[in-house]
């Protein structure tokens, strides 16, 4: 018999009664009953209910054991009692009476539980995170992971892609984040850098004539944390493909996303492709607030400004006399009563806003009564004409912001979310999917007025070199985003990839032609030479698996994550470094103001 099992704690069934096996695994609870001890002995397998008597030579030891021992059991199959069977388990008809018993490790007292749902401080369970994946709901998580990491290989594949790895040491690169630097030990007082993305790698794959590239693909960032996002390094399913445009890449991307869903999706409904719409940059921002819009919620945002111009309210008809300015209306279906709306007012004084104006129409008896302090100021007319225009009756409301859009537009994109979802509109058993297109390439500082790149800078402008000697603001590129739930779960672009064109992007965001063949001499010299139209994207493996576990935190579904400040309790990193390594790196390190 082997060493350590025979058997894992999920194979043994009715057919395996009377057989001499072998398990081992971790004890996941100890339970008396009258004298006899049963252990519920787990591994990452399953669950197998073995148990011991007095009459057992092993009776004293198996008393001593605990929870999350690891021990190896040798014992006899028996079928459970009729009344005892646990349909739950696949080991549910069986039990293992236990004959020899070897501890393999004792654990120690436990700064958490493993069975049961107990809540845990997230620093508790990061810091001793080898016990936190013992649980059963971490085990799943990160079993999923694998399997849909799988499946997108076995998919691309299937698609005439081939895997090929890139670099982890490389250059500084700006692709929207900051950089982890590693200095250089032969060459003292340079640095490398870790990658953000495989952007310029990929890119160069297609100027070596590869055609379809793929990875999944180690990226580092150092970011501020948010529950969606790590505050280090992130997974993606990274692809690149030559002679494409941009529908060739959703044509091609697009089955492999949903194939994925509608496999780990745990049958939740999951939006044909061919149904995925295209929406403008700027129409997700009227419309939903936000460039990655959950379509599940019904509610469209709409501009109402005209019926604000020159009315009773002087708030908002002020506002409208300055430039860039706007009012927008939330709908609220079924929304139409006072209490309802003073929470949601509450909601926006809460995210720093004033507050929110509204209207609701409740029946009168011999009509429709429009109500709340905007009606009021506005007049019966204008009401009813913002009534129309959002579709709109008895029963229902509507929420209203003012302003320049980004002042106000996260909250009222956070505000439609909390609407759709506390009125019951937003589906909560359904994938739905956006392509957010036509993203602008250029941004403009508020305070100091330069134009910078507002996404990737290696995006090709729709329009070309023309497009370029207009105003930068109104360039948009050829890069999309692909929304899912509220969530931006993919990102990419059709690549420039002409030189004139590269120089001149970059000129206008303030990099001249020597600092651009500095920083990317590789991919500038490589477009001189024979460059095939290219384009791609990556889809982040770690938000996707995070709505297919239907969880809300992405370290719920990574391995060994850091915690809110980028630290690793487990590891504890960072550390300081040895003055060793300092001096054989040639650096000094300053202390913290």
Known sequence: MHAYRSHTCADLTKENVGETVRLAGWVHRVRDHGGVLFIDLRDHYGVTQVLCDPDSEVFAEVEKVRAEWCIRIDGTVKARDESLVNPKLPTGEI?????????????????????????????????????????????????????????????????????????????????GARDFLVPSRLHPGKFYALPQAPQQFKQLLMMSGFDKYFQIAPCFRDEDPRSDRSPTDFYQLDVEMSFVEQQDVFDTVAPVIAGVFEEFGGGRKVDAPESWPQIPYKEAALKYGTDKPDLRNPIEMQDVSEHFRGSGFAIFAKLLEQDGTEIRAIPAPTGGSRKFCDRMNAFAQKEGLPGMGYIFWRDQGDGMEAAGPLAKNIGPERTEAIREQLGLGVGDAAFFLGGKPKTFQRVAGKARDVIGTELGLTETDRFAFAWVVDFPIYEQDEESGEIDFEHNPFSMPQGGLEALAGDPLEVRGYQYDLACNGYEILSGAIRNHKPEIMLKAFEIAGYGEDEVKKRFGALFNAFSFGAPPHGGCAAGIDRIVMLLADEDNIREVMLFPMNQRAEDLMMNAPTDPLNEQLMELRLRVLPPE
Do not use: C, H
Not at 112 to 127: A, H, I, K, N
């Open 95 to 175: 039990e293992v009476y236990i004959r020899g018993l070897e501890v393999l490790g004792a654990a120690d007292e436990l700064p958490l539980q493993v069975f049961g749902d107990q809540e845990y401080p997230e620093e508790t369970r990061l810091r001793y995170r080898y016990l936190d994946l013992r649980r059963e709901v971490m085990q799943k998580n990160m079993t999923l992971r694998s399997d849909v990491v799988a499946s997108f290989r076995k998919r691309m594949w299937d698609k005439a892609f081939r895997e090929y790895q890139t670099p982890i040491i490389t250059a500084s690169s700006p692709e």
